[in-house]
């Protein structure tokens, strides 16, 4: 594993590792195509998913439990194929020795991946290009207060405490996100604080592996 193509799949997909045993040869075809849709037209409506699970169980195929994860997994697979330069026998190599794929999926993402890469390559970067980005944030930290029902809760207050409970009231504060996108439209996200953190801790590995990345001597060329 000592190109950065199989580094980086590996430390992306490595959540996803335990979903591919449910991956058949029909289930990948159906996932390929829907992740070539995806790259093509930068969303993926629910109507492609739908007529992909149709596809599957007309033929007679089982649906796997946990199909969006494998399509999650696929995806983000092919994107970093296309912005990796990869040669064919690594591509194979990283897909059967670390991912564990049966050598029938080997094949067909291979061949896919590499046949119609310029096609793939060309599209996919069109899409980015088009793709509307936050022009302005906004957020605020919100709290819910539950008072738990029972026998304790009646006439029975408690005091302040430092365990999120509050005459008791459950407290759980959430962080909400306000994005104002280039094209004029506006997304709201609510976040739990365990995944605010999560995402805090993202951001912070990501800046540190882009400042490490600028201090090599290859880069201070550009």
Known sequence: MSTNFRYTVVKTIRPYVKFFPQLTKPVMRVLIQVSVHYI??????????????????HAGHP??????????AILQIMQIFLRTPVKPEE??????????????????????????????????????????CAKNLQWRINI???????????GNK???GSDGERGGAV???TIILHFQ???????TLELPLAMFHRLRYNVAVLLSEMQSLQQRAVMKKF
């Not at 093509?40 to 169980?57: F, G, Q, R, W």
């Not at 591509?91 to 793939?120: G, I, M, P, T, Y």
């Not at 996108?181 to 997304?187: A, I, K, N, Q, T």
């Open 91 to 132: 591509l194979r190599d990283c897909l059967k020795q670390d991912l564990r794929f049966s050598d029938e999926c080997v094949e067909d993402l291979a061949k896919v991946l590499h046949n119609h890469r310029s096609s793939l390559t060309k599209n996919y970067v069109e899409a980015k290009q088009l793709r509307s």
């Open 171 to 173: 407290v759980t504060p």
């Open 40 to 57: 093509e037209s930068s969303k993926c409506s629910p109507e492609v998913l739908d007529l992909a699970l149709n596809k599957l169980t």
């Open 158 to 160: 408690k005091p302040t």
């Open 144 to 154: 819910s207060l539950s008072i738990p029902r029972g026998p304790s809760s009646a």
């Open 181 to 187: 996108l280039s094209d004029g439209r506006y997304r």
């Open 63 to 72: 649906i796997p439990e946990n199909f969006c994860e494998l399509f999650a």
